[in-house]
């Protein structure tokens, strides 16, 4: 953690006055903060007035005047950095300064007059006796880091987004408020994506050690909002600048003043004594205010900022020991505070000294606050909690790494201007990114989807691995499906397809014609425990619907939605028998047709435009077992639908789908599979298995799978029944059914899994097959992720390939290189790896 | 298209461009025109609203005039023939 | 025609033909041959696997489903 001290106007190499020991400049004080919750804000923050406080916000006894409301776009940023918070920690992570009156946002940044109110409403009671001199320890200089870490990390960032500002503004107080976009965005937006964007950056991804690229991001990535709402542009905060005048203001102040701190100086001393716990260990369950009010607090200890670089060496002793040790915890104890405060009685020559100490104190203190807004903080936070949980905090520390950008080795020194830039680009392009980069905007249902997969993916690391083996082995089911199915090699045709090449006249399978005349829904839904069940009727009540009669049928669905819809806006009770009738859903639900048009009029009906586009308003009229039967009866006849039909790439001579059906194929993922998607939420876990053993009994998988519709079908379901299995709540019976309906999945697709990914995909926007990679890789066992990365090795290193080829200078193709690299990484995370341009690493967690 | 068709009943000529709407249509129309275009709307008339048109013009020299048109009403008295196009 | 046709009016003979082979002329002389599905009162005819036919026996176009506004039609003759 020395960094968090480091200089960035220091020049790279410091000699050994640079290597700061935290044993040395740790305080202790983090032992007396009262982590687990918010038990001392009160006293720290003055939210009541009766406490023990040693200081009063409030004002309550001070003339001063009411702090002035300058920090609106912090209040502007609260909503936010919630959202942010609850998106990365999970919903469950309390949000203790939600209730924190001081969080509410006012007092966050400390204007002027608030830093008088501060100073004037000190009880002068109690300091004098609580305090009594202390020789002065040398752990005292831990917490100032915390002051120029900020300054080690944002200067970089301005630094290469202001080229042109000189360096010196960089250190001032309101600079960042006069800067007003940024501030506000970046530091919240940032953490998490940043650093994943680094080694995506040749410029210092070639500073940078291999082994130090941060190895948590990739945890994070999926965690992230893909679309965050655009920030709302902070305000300036205008009054930071004013400091110097600050002086001659207090002065006038008539109330006297005691400590700023809340800790009781007992446990100070202890504090001395205790080994040194981590400056996180500390930080990291506070609250954003805490840290806020620590950092600010340390900073305005009366130390000259012009021995930072020295702190923790040896080379002040003297100077240390000097000085009573109160004053560095206390800066407004009682003798500093006689000097000022007390003017219309007695000024001492020593309290006048002390006074000019103060004086000095509270020009540091203005010198810093406010310099944090509420995302900054946030961001702090959220820094120090990663610390907490890694074993290795160099390589995950951003500051550590920006420090080794602007700091480089002397072998690797570039252009100093041009790594800020690339730091500054990073950044930018991440919040461009999440404000909704071109890329992002591509796809509302396959969007929905890949949070999905994200969530499962989330949800799925999380849980402990080792259940599912355990679980196996008492139910004695270790490997199932292979031997009693062995793998189709070759069939790569639908059925339907099949037929249709076959040519019309074959009668010869007199399998097909027993099979499947008919089946009942219900009985369809009995196929899931028991597939033999089948129907046999007279072929001759199977009816043949032409073009026109399914445009018939549709018309009277869109008759009767619409009847329904106006009806529905009168009362609220409708009867959608009709319009459950006119789907004709039951009729002729077998997917083993002779001819196309012997196929169930509803799936016929889906081949068309205008049907998908009521698929969500009919949902909406329909019961919860209703649109199950539907699905179930989609699931069966995927294969002769037209999107499945004609919708994979392995029927075309030129593996290319034609536009007629891409357009068709487009359409779908806007409807039809966000429908899916959403009713999907509904159904229960055996559901789900039973829609997909359906779905893998009726249809050849293996060409499914090579459908951008199909496999996004199979993506759903399976990523919903990670979802529920994440929750824990599935009987083993269910369990047990579930592990054997994917090895049957498994077994279906396995050997020709690098079949998904269409060859001419130049777009190479294929997100929708890493996803389905991710799900599945998801549900499988290590052995099913060893079989899945080996057949799809060589597609991996393709994508690598690809985004090193693309020229990262360009914003574009920055984008497209960013694109590629996240899909692959939402693959390969679920393995534990992680994966830049250049090569594939363990996650390090 | 020798369909067994499921329900034969009351079936009449203008059903035909209902089943068609929002699809799309050709209609062939006096003085050598024909358009291409996504139905819109229709009535017993066969008035008729297009949307994506395009109006096609033939003449004897062989290739037709093109004329495209985002949205065009049809009056009904020039039309003479309404098909599907797949 | 058959001689049993001749005695019968308009209206079931159209009825009778529903589903044949039909013959349709129109007043601009063109042909067209295919299978009745529906006509009504206004004589609008909807046939199906239609071919066009323009002076004669030329061959010159097939559609699928066809409407025929009632107003264009000379006559219908069974095939």
Redesign the interface.
Known sequence: MSFFGFDPSKPPQGGPSESYDFENTYDGLGDQLDDADDALNDETFGGSGDVGKDFNFGATKGAAPPPPQTVSYARAAVATDEDFMSELWGTAKPQPEVSNPVSAGEKKILSLEEIEAQLTAIDPSRQPQQHPMQPFPQQQYGMPGMMPMQYGYMPPMYGGQYPGMPPQMMGQPGFYGQMPPIPGQIPGQMPGQLPGQLPGQPAHGQQMPQGQMPPQIPHQIPQQPPQQPPQQPPQPVPVQHQQPVQAPSVETVPEPVESVTSIPTETVKQGENTPAVPLSEILAPSTREEIAQVASKKSSRPVNLSQFPVLGSKSTPQQRSNRPYHHQNHHYNDEDDDGEYHEPLILTPEQQIKAARRQEKVMRIMKYSGIMNPKDKDFVTRFQLSQIVTEDPYNEDFYAQVFKVIHPKPNQVGQPQEQNNSIAQAYLDQSGHRLGGRYKRADVALQRMQQQVQRAVTVAKERPKLTQYVREGALGRISIGSGKKPRQQLEIFSQAVQKGLEEEGETGEGETDKENKGINVKKLNNAISNPAINTNLDSDSI???????I?????NI?TNLMTIESESRLSTEVDTNNLWESLKILEQTSPRVNDP?EVN?FIQCLN???AL?IVSRLFKFLSREQILTIATLIMSNLGNLDVIKHGSYTTYEDKKVPSKYLKLIETYSLTFTKALMNSVQDFKFNEIIGLLVILIEHNNVSFISTTKIGLSILTTLLSRAELIRGEGTISAADLSEWSSCYDELFTALESRISLIFPPNDVESIESYVWQFLATLALGGKLNHQRIIVDEVRDEIFSVMNKAKALDSTDINNFYKKQNLLNNLNMFLVVMGLVADENEIRELQT | ???????KQT?????????????TVLVKL?GAREMKGKLQGYDSH?NMVLSDAKEYIYNETGEPIVKDCEMVFIR??S??????I? | MSEDKVKTGPSVFLSEILGQQVKVK?N?GVTYLG?L????GYM???M???SEHVNGEDFVKT???????G??VLYISQV
């Open positions: 009816k043949k619907y032409g073009r026109k009669d445009m018939g049928i549709l018309e869109i048009k009029p068309h435009e205008k586009k | 298209m020798s369909s067994v068709q499921a329900d079936e009449e000529p203008l059903d035909l461009i209902r089943y068609q709407l929002d699809e006096r066969c009904g008295d039309v003479i023939l309404i098909s599907p797949s | 129109l601009n299978n599905n529906s006509i009504d609008n005819i909807v199906d696997s239609t559609y699928g489903d066809v409407f025929i506004r107003n264009n």
